[in-house]
C-alpha cells in the first residue's frame, strides 16, 4: 500500500490528539450481587456490587413485591466505585407484614449509560 506525500504526518497529529486519547476502550466487569435472608418473620434483601478497578458504575434495583392479589414496585438507584473485588453495598430492603404470593428482585449495573450487568432473584412460596 503507498501512501501520499503528507498523509502520514496527518495521522500522527490525529494520534495524538485528545480526541483520540479519550477514544481508548476501557473495560468494566462488576458482579451484581442480590441476597435475600428470613429473619423472625420478614425477609431482609440485600444488594451490592463487586468488581475491580476503580471505576464508578450506577446499580438499580427495582423490587416487584405481589401479596393478597396486588402488587407494588419499588426503585431505587445508586453510584458505586469499584474497590478491590470488595462487594459495595447499594441497598438493604425490609420485606415485612403479610405473606408474600411472589417477590421479584433486579439489579442491574451500567457504566456510561450501558448496561454491563444484571441479576434477578424469584421467590414464589409454594402453597401447601
Known amino acids: 500500500m503507498r501512501l501520499r ?3 502520514l504526518p496527518v495521522l500522527a497529529a ?26 423472625d418473620g ?19 434495583l427495582t423490587v416487584v413485591r405481589e401479596a393478597n392479589g396486588s402488587s407494588s414496585r419499588t426503585k431505587q438507584s445508586a453510584q458505586v466505585v469499584l474497590a478491590g473485588g470488595t462487594p459495595q453495598s447499594v441497598s438493604t430492603v ?5 405473606p408474600l404470593d411472589r417477590l421479584e428482585a433486579r439489579l442491574t449495573v451500567s457504566f456510561d449509560g450501558r448496561q454491563i450487568a444484571e441479576t434477578t432473584t424469584i421467590l414464589s412460596p409454594a402453597i401447601e
Open 94 to 98: 425490609g420485606l415485612g407484614g403479610n
Open 42 to 60: 420478614t425477609l431482609r434483601l440485600s444488594a451490592a456490587v463487586a468488581g475491580q478497578g476503580g471505576q464508578t458504575v450506577t446499580a438499580e
Open 14 to 39: 490525529l494520534m495524538m490528539s485528545p480526541a483520540f486519547a479519550a477514544a481508548k476502550e476501557v473495560r468494566v466487569l462488576a458482579t451484581p450481587i442480590l441476597s435475600i435472608e428470613a429473619d
Open 5 to 7: 506525500r503528507g498523509v
